[in-house]
Nanobody, 123 residues
Framework: DVQLQASGGGLVQAGGSLRLSCAASGFIFDDYRIGWFRQVPGKEREGVSCISRSDGYTSYADSAKGRFTISSDNAKNMVYLQMNSLKPEDTGVYYC????????????????WGKGTLVTVSS
């Protein structure tokens, strides 16, 4: 079975940092792009960042550029999202998801979703 499990969320003050982890299993990791998405109650889920190591692809939402860094450890089938200089507007449930390459890393295009992890940034 395909599984994606996000972890690492928590409560942090504005300006602080968190590192989210996404553990993937049940599919060939190198064949997929893995993305991080965020959802706030009452709002649509939005893309934050995406990575595929096999072709060196990374992308970031404008809100994440300069503050967040996505990385992967293909040997461990893990994807990480290092989030620095966190702001209250970064609050939300963060999900990791996978799409088979060369698919678009976007909310409506992902093949598999994991359960999210809650990030709360206090002001």
């Amino acid at each position: 079975d395909v599984q994606l499990q996000a972890s690492g969320g928590g409560l942090v003050q504005a300006g602080g940092s968190l590192r989210l982890s996404c553990a993937a299993s049940g599919f060939i990791f190198d064949d997929y792009r893995i993305g991080w998405f965020r959802q706030v109650p009452g709002k649509e889920r939005e893309g934050v960042s995406c990575i595929s190591r096999s072709d060196g692809y990374t992308s970031y939402a404008d809100s994440a550029k300069g503050r967040f860094t996505i990385s992967s450890d293909n040997a461990k089938n893990m994807v990480y999202l290092q989030m620095n200089s966190l702001k209250p507007e970064d609050t939300g449930v963060y999900y990791c998801a996978g799409v088979v390459m060369p698919g678009l890393c976007a909310v409506g295009a992902m093949d598999y979703w994991g359960k999210g992890t809650l990030v709360t940034v206090s002001s």
